[in-house]
C-alpha cells in the first residue's frame, strides 16, 4: 500500500513562506502538488516528472518552486509571496508509471493576517 505524507502546512501572514514535503514510496513518472478552496474544484499547482520536467498553475507561477529529492523520494513545493487567495488543502500526487494514482490526505494551508 502506497503512502504519501504531506507535511508543512500552517498558518502564515501575507508575504510569507512555507515549504510543503510529501514523502512517498516507489518509482513514479510525476509527482504534483494540488489545492483545493472551500467551495472550491481541485486544482494543480504544480508537477514536476521523474526527467525533472516541471509545470505550474498561472496563479503561482514565480512564487512557488516544485522540486525532488530522489534519494529520500520526496516531493517539495516551495511557497513564497503567498496570498491569502492560495489559503487551501494542498493535496500530493503520485502519477505511477501504470497509470494508478495516490494522493495524500492533505495539509491545509492558511494565509492570513
Known amino acids: 500500500q502506497v503512502q504519501l505524507v504531506e507535511l508543512g502546512g500552517g498558518l502564515v501572514q501575507p508575504g510569507g513562506s512555507l515549504r510543503l514535503s510529501c514523502a512517498a514510496s516507489?518509482?513514479?513518472?510525476?509527482m504534483g502538488w494540488y489545492r483545493q478552496a472551500p467551495g472550491k474544484q481541485r486544482e494543480l499547482v504544480a508537477t514536476?516528472?521523474?526527467?525533472?520536467?516541471?509545470n505550474y498553475a498561472d496563479s503561482v507561477k514565480g512564487r512557488f518552486t516544485i522540486s525532488t529529492d530522489n534519494a529520500k523520494n520526496t516531493v517539495y513545493l516551495q511557497m513564497n509571496s503567498l496570498k491569502p487567495e492560495d489559503t487551501a488543502v494542498y493535496y500530493c500526487?503520485?502519477?505511477?508509471?501504470?497509470?494508478?494514482?495516490?494522493w495524500g490526505k492533505g495539509t491545509l494551508v492558511t494565509v492570513s493576517s
Open positions: 516507489g518509482s513514479f513518472f510525476s
Open positions: 500526487r503520485q502519477q505511477r508509471y501504470s497509470g494508478i494514482d495516490y
Open positions: 514536476v516528472t521523474t526527467y525533472r520536467n516541471t
